[in-house]
């Protein structure tokens, strides 16, 4: 059986502005901000992302984007009402839930770079590298890149 609980019209209020920010707002998760727009080998990392997301001629697809997004799909619907619930329940700012649900993706999308099964890089890419070539990760800036921004709707 459900538990009521009274609140204030204070507490009310106060929980209709919260609610009233997430309509306003959204989380933007991937290769977002200043980190994603420096440059490595004169490509923005933003752009190396999306190489190695879809392939190119040169580079085999590595999806590790759509991997951590189509692998925790569950995972993230779950956190998304277990956020909402603590916005609606006053337990929590809606300004909070986005940062809490961002860092969730940023994380899941980091462990995609990190642990996916990618196929290798090139002889040519790891003797480029000086031997270095781990798929995705063998400079880290593009793992450091990934982050998230709250965006107005």
Excluded: C
């Amino acid at each position: 059986m459900a538990q009521v609980k009274w609140v204030s019209r204070k507490q009310l209020d106060k929980i209709e502005k919260e609610l009233d920010y997430l309509k306003k707002h959204t989380v933007w998760v991937g290769f977002v901000g200043g980190e994603a727009d420096k440059k490595v080998d004169g490509v923005a990392i933003y752009m190396y992302a999306n190489f190695n997301e879809y392939g190119t001629s040169n580079i085999p697809s590595r999806p590790f984007f759509r991997t951590a997004l189509n692998n925790n799909r569950k995972y993230i619907k779950e956190q998304l009402k277990e956020l909402l619930g603590k916005v609606a329940t006053g337990k929590m700012t809606g300004e909070n839930a986005l940062k809490s649900i961002g860092l969730e993706v940023q994380g899941l999308i980091q462990d995609s770079i990190k642990n996916g099964n990618w196929e290798s890089n090139a002889s040519s890419t790891i003797r480029a590298k000086n031997g270095r070539g781990q798929p995705l990760i063998d400079t880290g800036s593009m793992l450091r890149a990934v982050s998230f921004e709250i965006r107005r709707k």
